[in-house]
């Protein structure tokens, strides 16, 4: 794969400690929530120092296996520090509370993970009299009126965007924020670490969701925060682990470290397949629109071909028909099962806004009969032959 090399190391060799661990090519699953010191003074020590990454004291702190794992994810997304949670939302939310406090105002970008709007309207602005305001992201200007000196604290950004897949410039808002002196946070969750480097383009802090790509295998939850400020890292989002503990296993870290080691892999097939499946989507005349980030009729092909060295096997659909056919249509697919999530090796077909408002329909400019395909390791073949059976069907 182009453009990778360093990253196929990481994935594959970065935290190999064979003589730590019997010369064991695995590193094993640390199942225990405590060590132990010979005195007390090495004890108080190791627990002394939120950022000293050699000694382990409590698993809700650090524990052997997630620290590996934490170690690859800095080094993938040319981070200084990588925390890991119990899920993707767990680093959301950590980020967030971070960063903020009481009475904060937020510049949020309006397609983003739907949950993370839903804790914000519904759980900040409530409990701690925080304020959103809504931006598409692609206009600046819309950005910067949005920008309130000095309570806004954080700008949360997604690209590509869930739903239409649309882009955002990360590297002019970074700059533009920063002018603002508000923190940068995106879920780079789609592009993984391989495919996109927001903190190279100014961006504070990046997260993923390990039950996506990462995970690969759609067995475990988990997530990641990562970025160049080693202190905002130890001493503040560590911290608010610790407090809420939204801590990852050591197991589901052990599974994320085997999931890890075949991403660049499984994301290369992901994209062969995704875009053989969207050209032959393009091309039949029962499809109004397909909205993918590797079609040369992407809007934003430009941006996209700067910011990103790959594409996902994530797309969506409108048909030329009503939002009830649709609902017909999936439910005629029998290799994309009907359910939500990703990542994993199985396709999938939802219809995410069939039950969206009308304001979101029309800031998106699409129908209620949106249908979002994940394209899993089926291979194109099977996926575009079961396709082609559903269409069949209307
Ligand atoms: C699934 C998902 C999340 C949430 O991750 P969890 O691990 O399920 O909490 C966040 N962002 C994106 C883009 C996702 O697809």
Known sequence: MDGIREELLAITHTADEYNKYLNAVVPPVFLNS????????????AASDPCQEEKFVYGRDQNPTVHILERKIAELEHGAKAIVFASGMGAAAAAIMTTCNAGSHVVCMRDVYQPVKRFLDYFC??????????????DLDEIESAMKKPDTALMILESPATFVFRVVDLEAIAKLAHQYEVKTYIDNTCMTPLFQKPLDLGI???????????????????????????ELMCEMIKTVREWYASVMG???????????????VRVEEHQR?????A????????????????????????????QQKGHTSLMSIELDAAPEEAVKFINRLH??????SWGGFESLAIMPLYKAEQKELDFLQVNRGLIRLYCGLEGS???????????AGM
């Open 125 to 138: 602005v409530p409990k701690f009299g925080m304020t959103v305001t809504y931006v598409s992201g692609n």
């Open 273 to 277: 397949v995704g875009m053989a499946v």
């Open 381 to 391: 073949e099977n996926l575009i032959e079961d396709l082609e059976r559903a269409f």
């Open 250 to 264: 050591p197991m589901e870290a052990w599974l994320a470290i085997r999931g890890l080691r075949t991403l660049a």
């Open 279 to 306: 050209g032959w989507l393009e091309k039949n005349e029962k499809v109004k629109k397909v909205y993918y980030t590797g079609l040369a009729s992407h809007p934003q092909a430009d941006l996209i071909r700067r």
């Open 34 to 45: 405590l060590h132990l010191y010979d005195s007390f003074e090495e004890y108080l020590e």
């Open 335 to 340: 290799l994309f099962g009907k359910g939500c």
């Open 204 to 230: 504070d802090i990046c997260m993923h969701t390990m039950s996506k790509y990462i995970g690969g295998h759609s067995d475990i939850l988990g997530g990641v925060l990562v970025s160049k400020d080693k």
